[in-house]
């Protein structure tokens, strides 16, 4: 018998404040019950939905059931900025151009677009949640503006557009004078995250698959020709498992030694008022990513999407054990309030009305584990920090594998490499963790 057992729970710091914007929301009943299934997908974030939405597509009678420890929205699903970008987006670079076929990550960026919008349109979920504004990689010093200038290049040498902004063009749309100058590009997708992931998993179960939240998978083992999944309160007969757990994969003891496990801060504002909108102008909708990887992600929205805030994104930290700390949330947020006070000196000393952590699992080739483990068994994992796109990609790629119909997206995940092994500890978490403190200073403006 071939068993897995997870050794850990995810762990979630601060509200998704995402999904706190839009309210209550319908419950997905956890499983009470046990019940058999034609394919278990464990996790109900942007790889997990996209591989039930990929499945019933493929075989539209399949009995599909989805498992999510948490709340739908409530995780990763629910903590990032919402970018989803189409262009290359390495963040192990100096200015995001990929190291590999870039042509190629465009063109399947693209179709997990398609494959979003699609969905947008089919379960009619609000226009708002998904919007086609482009984003803007904001320079704040002259070396940031060389490398956008060099971003730009590469992008031309691949036969893309992109815009020049000077610093009153950056005023003028973000209100504040922070920046030089920054570089538009039309093809990212701006997402209220967890609106769209409850659209998603909305649209699913109108469809027919089974989404059970408060249903935490502990392990699963094979019994004769099926796979038995176990829960707090049920088990799951299935000859078929898809696990689209980002990092969580390792807790299976899958990949152990070879997936770093990051989190990312947020802050986001109150909700602004008519007086603080006018004080700080700009447009009322709009995305900032950082010239520089290790700086920091601005975002603007509106009414639409949750009401009238500014969202600041930075700070890393390598956390081989996936539990955030309330010591590094408290000193990221102390950061993220000084870089939202210098951009915004009209709204300085604001006090932000949600803090919280976000978890992302890069590997150190930038590879993710989206193939079939064993008979029965797939992965659609390791989004490198790219989860809005790569999980949307990884989740239709581990579907396809798990029904035998493969297509360029399938067939380029399953031909990537393994994650390479990272040192040991405590080697690996002093090791990068100062680098990335480092590299946090050397981006302070950015």
């Known amino acids: 018998m071939t068993a897995y057992s997870a050794k850990r729970l995810p762990v979630q710091l601060g509200p998704a404040a995402w999904n706190s914007l839009l309210g209550p929301q319908a419950a997905h009943a956890p499983l009470t019950e046990d019940t058999t299934a034609d394919f278990v997908v464990v996790g109900a974030g942007f790889a997990g939905l996209s591989a039930a939405r990929r499945l019933l597509q493929l075989q539209p009678q399949a009995r599909v059931l989805v498992l999510e420890a948490g709340r739908v929205a409530e995780g990763s699903a629910g903590r990032n900025s919402g970018f989803m970008i189409d262009l290359p987006h390495d963040l192990a670079s100096d200015d995001y151009a990929g190291s ?69 063009a950056m005023r003028e749309m973000t209100g504040s004078a922070h920046y030089v100058s920054g570089l538009y590009t039309p093809g990212t997708v701006m997402l209220q995250p967890a609106g769209y992931i409850r659209g998603l998993a909305a649209g699913l179960s109108r469809a027919g698959a089974r989404i059970c939240e408060g249903t935490p998978v502990s392990g699963f083992a094979r019994h004769g020709a099926d796979w038995v999944v176990s829960t707090p309160h049920a088990r799951v007969t ?29 802050v986001m504002t109150p909700e602004l008022s008519a007086e603080d909108l006018a004080r700080l102008g700009g447009a009322p909708r709009w995305g900032i990513t950082p010239s520089d990887p290790m700086g920091t992600t601005l975002r603007r929205i509106n009414t639409g999407q949750g009401g009238n805030r500014i969202v600041t994104r930075t700070c890393a930290t390598l956390l081989p054990n996936t539990r955030p700390s309330a010591r590094e949330l408290t000193r990221a947020a102390r950061v993220m309030q000084r870089k939202f006070d210098q951009r915004f000196p009209q709204l300085a000393g604001m006090k932000m009305e949600h803090a919280w952590a976000g978890h992302l699992c890069l590997s150190l080739n930038g590879v993710s584990v989206t193939r079939q483990l064993e008979d029965g068994v797939y992965s659609g994992c390791v989004q490198n920090g790219l989860g809005t796109a790569r999980g949307t990609l990884t989740g239709i790629a581990a579907a396809e594998m798990a029904t035998g119909e493969m297509s360029n997206i399938s067939c380029h995940f399953s031909a990537e490499a393994r994650p390479k092994s990272l040192p040991p500890q405590p080697f690996q978490q002093i090791g990068a963790n100062a680098v990335l403190r480092f590299k946090e200073w050397r981006a302070r403006a950015e």
């Not at 699609?118 to 940031?144: C, H, L, M, W």
């Not at 689209?244 to 989190?263: A, D, P």
């Open 238 to 266: 299935t000859p078929r498992v898809i696990l689209t757990v980002n990092g969580h994969l390792e807790s299976f003891g899958i990949e152990r030694g070879r997936l770093m496990h990051l989190f990312l801060y947020a």
């Open 100 to 168: 590999g076929d870039d042509r190629k990550m465009i063109a399947l960026n693209r179709q997990a677009i398609a494959f979003a919008s699609a969905a947008v349109e089919e379960y009619q979920i609000n226009p708002n949640y998904f919007d086609r504004a482009g984003k803007v990689n904001g320079a704040a010093s002259p070396t940031a503006a060389r490398q956008n200038e060099s971003y730009a290049a590469h992008l031309a040498s691949l036969g893309e557009v992109s815009e020049q902004l000077d610093a009153q």
